[in-house]
């Protein structure tokens, strides 16, 4: 059986979770925290999560991940199209990452462990996740998925992208993104409302006390 290195409050890892509860895959989940256990650099050799075990090994990286269970479990997929429709969602999904993930968890210091930020960088997050807004504004035209009538690995990416980007933007700047975008904060109550996405959203919650006692064990 598939085995899911992590834990709940890592977006990634539920991106990951997210498909393979959309596609009915069978996995065991082992509770990992990144940079605790040297050992398991052997799994993940960056030492992140999540991570899978399958039966030809181990395999890191998320976008990575979300490929492979796409083409190794083809039920319900979530790649569908031709190859300029796959080049789409693969263009939406770098945005994610690089306009609304990645900037926002500069802030997290300051969000999760009470450790000030800069004016500089709060500065610099907030022009990042502008343009990726202008850019969201461009490409997604809810209806009422970001790709038409059937969710696709861009919703599932988005969605936990944007729950990151929230929670920081929120805290620090007391403003919701999804206001910038017309039709997103739909589209983001539509995809909350899934079954999936509340067991996730639930696991997080849960596991949120036992995340900060690490990240403060870290520190």
Known sequence: MLKLYGFAVSNYFNMVKHVLLHKGVEFEEVLTFPGMDPAYNAKSPMGKVPCIETEHGFLAETSVILNYIEAAYPARPLLAGDDWQRAKMAELMKIAELYFELPARRLFPEVLAGKPVSAEIKAEVRETITKGCQALTQLVKPAPYVFGEAMTMADVVLRYSLLTCKLATQAIYQWDVREEV?????????????????QLDKAMQDGMAAFLAAVKAKA
């Open 182 to 198: 017309p039709g997103l904060r739909e589209w983001d109550d539509m995809m909350a409302s899934a079954e999936i996405s509340q």
